[in-house]
Structures are given as C-alpha cells and as structure tokens.
C-alpha cells in the first residue's frame, strides 16, 4: 500500500515539475479540463481516505491509552479459533491472512455482555503466518476463565489484552494518503492558473 501511495506521489509531482523545466506556462485547451478534473477526483479521494485513516489510528491509540485505566473483571471464554482470510495487497494478487478470534462472556452489575475483541486492532491485520496466530489464541480456550477490562461507561466495549494494533501504519497510511490528496489539489491550482494554446 505505501508503495502504491508513493508511486502516485511520484506521478503526480512529475507532471508538473516536468513543465516546470521545460518552461511551459500554456497547456492544451482541450487537456485542461480533463487534467483539472483528474486533479479534483485524485484530491478529494486521497484526501478522504487520509482522513479515514488518520481517525482510526488516532481512534484506537486514544482507547488504547484509556483501556489502561478501566476495571477488570473475570469472563469466561466462549469459543477461540483462527480466521483465515484471503485478502488483496491491492496489487492482484492474494495472500492469507489468520486471525486470531475469541468470544467471551462477562457479566458488569448483574447483566451479561459478550465481548470479541481480543486486542485493538488485531482484526484489521492479523498475522502472516498460522503459527504466530495459533500461539496467540492458545490461553483462550473455550470454557476457561479469562481477565476482561471493560470500559465503566459502556460495558459492552472490552477487551482481553491492553494495547493496540497497527495505530502507527494507520496514522503513517493517513498522512501519506493526505499528502497525495494535498499534491492533487495543488496540480489543480497549478493547471488551473495556465494559460491555453
């Protein structure tokens, strides 16, 4: 993905750094809409996803933080296994991605919950290889007690481990879709204050 975000970086600086030094100050008439509007469509969907991504990270760092401070209560594991899952690197091609997943049950005040959230963020990436996954979900086994940290104010969110995953290659994917998303727009000034042959 990074280097999908950095190729687009690349092509979206050459073309105007190209005119740059080559002295051109005038486009196609014809061109100029197209390019603009290339520009504005590149711009405004790069620009989305960083803000996507930039609000999951900071999202899950900042319930990681405050997931260090909720109480603990014991649950009981329901079920554990490990998910696999074929997903696209955007290129093509495919690769198996494993999950560990647990469901686990808890009770707060006198009323159940059941939570399935192991760590933050372990759902988005998981492991390229089974083994790493069966490791993690091996102390999850069905019916044994399990420490479960919910938080006061809703119960229904909890976790099993403190901590997050893949905040920082949310964050780092964010700024970079932003930057592209922000290069796009600056080719459409660009284009837009040419002048037309």
């Keep these: 993905m990074i280097r999908r975000l950095c190729i687009a970086l690349a092509v979206m600086l050459a073309v105007p750094l190209n005119s740059a030094v080559a002295g051109t100050s005038m486009v196609s008439a014809s061109a100029k809409p197209w390019m ?6 590149a711009g405004v969907t790069f620009l989305s996803l960083g803000f996507v991504y930039l609000r999951r990270g900071a999202s899950r760092r900042q319930m990681a933080a405050q997931s ?21 690197d955007g290129e093509g091609s495919k690769s198996a991605v494993y999950t ?14 059941e939570g399935n959230v192991i760590r933050l963020g372990l759902e988005q990436f998981g492991y390229a290889a089974v083994a790493p996954a069966q490791k993690h979900i091996a102390p999850y086994e069905a019916g044994s007690p399990v420490p479960v940290h919910f938080d006061p104010d809703d119960p229904s969110l909890a976790v099993l481990e403190l901590g997050e ?18 290069f796009g727009l600056v080719f459409v000034v660009w284009i837009t204050s040419l002048g037309t042959y």
């Design 36 to 41: 603009i509007l290339g520009g504005l469509a």
């Design 68 to 88: 260090l401070q909720w109480p603990v209560i014991e649950g009981r594991i329901v079920s554990a296994s490990v998910k696999t899952e074929m997903r696209s």
């Design 100 to 113: 560990p997943e647990a469901r686990y049950s808890y009770a707060v005040a006198g009323k159940a919950y």
């Design 165 to 182: 995953s893949g905040a920082m290659r949310n964050l780092v994917a964010g700024s970079l879709f932003f930057l592209v998303g922000v």
